[in-house]
């Protein structure tokens, strides 16, 4: 069986995938990160213990390690190569924006010119980011300009730039991903819906940038994962593939949903704060041609992925309550 390279794979996006292509296909795995493995806190794949012998980790960092990466991409050489690896977040790019593009910019460059010369290589998935539209109106398609409004959105814009003239000149087998907010059991413990629920249990109030009022289409992680999976087979090379939910909704609306479930009052749970610099009002993109090319669509309903959310982080307690909500910057 052909054997897929996730770079990224302790990412929250990233460790999903492993775990869907653990128990979902007979692939062999390699995971690579530029830190240690976690624990199945954060990596839900080592509970898998009967699945782990066809997985392998390595650490590789993409700024520092390009070259034993290279070294261990000729060796195992993959059909497939999904690369989840990026610096992310949108707020803390305003402090260091040249780490961002480092990540997101110049080491893909470096990664794409080496792959491009790979006959091994059957597809390179990328996955991308909608951040790179800024705010839009109307329906969003594959082919809407890019408009980034933060150093992060730049740098991701920059990075998809640089591929597809790979795509152009070299007829890279470049599949790119642009999914939406996505959310689910193990994400970072502060992104928004995860450290909602764990607030509640704390005590804590609830802040909501700008009064909540950005809407976002939040999908879960499994429906992403299965969408990568569906494009790394069936996706036409060249291509990009928008994997979203149909409908946006408000950040207040969803943390009013998490207040419901857990039996607290909203209003007394959350207060307004400020709003972030360069934060994108909306964005919906749209998924058509996804379903049409490889009949993908979401399937885990919002109220289904939060009860999903709130049952691990009960489940987990004693561990995430041990565990920093703050994201901590790493270049």
Request: proline residues 5%; charged residues 25%; contains cysteine.
């Amino acid at each position: 069986m052909d054997t897929v390279v996730v770079i990224g794979s302790n990412s929250f996006s990233g460790s999903d995938f492993v775990d869907y292509l653990l128990t979902d296909t007979d692939y062999q795995v390699v995971g690579v990160s530029r830190s240690p493995e976690k624990d199945s806190l954060f990596l839900p794949y080592r509970k898998r213990q009967s699945l782990l012998h066809r997985f392998r980790f390595v650490q590789a960092d993409l700024n520092r390690d390009m070259q034993a990466l290279q070294d261990l991409l000729c060796e195992v050489k993959p059909a497939y190569i999904v690369n989840f690896a990026a610096q992310s977040e949108v707020g803390p790019s305003w402090a260091h924006p040249e780490h961002w593009f480092q990540t997101n910019g110049v080491a893909i460059a470096a990664l794409g010119n080496y792959l491009k010369d790979q006959k091994w290589l059957k597809r390179y998935v990328h996955i991308s980011s909608p951040e790179v539209y800024g705010t839009c109106e109307g329906v969003v398609k594959e082919d809407h300009p890019m408009n980034p409004s933060t150093p992060y959105a730049a740098s991701k814009a920059a990075g998809d730039l640089m591929l597809f003239t790979l795509v152009k000149n070299f007829d890279f087998p470049l599949i790119m991903i642009r999914g939406t907010n996505v959310y689910g059991a193990h994400q970072q413990l502060f992104k928004i819906i995860p450290r909602s629920a764990i607030y509640l249990k704390q005590g804590k109030t609830i802040e909501l940038h700008g009064g909540g009022v950005a809407v976002k289409s939040y999908i879960h992680i499994r429906d992403i994962s299965r969408g990568e999976l569906l494009a790394m087979e069936k996706g036409r090379p060249g291509n990009m593939y928008h994997l979203s939910t149909p409908a946006g909704v408000a950040v207040r609306d969803v943390v009013e949903t998490i207040c419901r479930k857990s039996g607290k009052d909203f209003n007394a749970c959350t207060k307004v704060g400020p709003e972030r610099l360069g934060q994108d009002k909306a964005y919906v993109i749209d998924s058509t041609k996804a379903f049409q090319e490889f009949g993908w669509k979401p399937q885990i309903t919002l109220d289904q992925g939060i009860e999903g959310v709130i049952g691990w982080v009960n489940e987990d307690w004693d561990r995430i309550q041990k565990e920093t909500l703050d994201y901590v910057h790493k270049q």
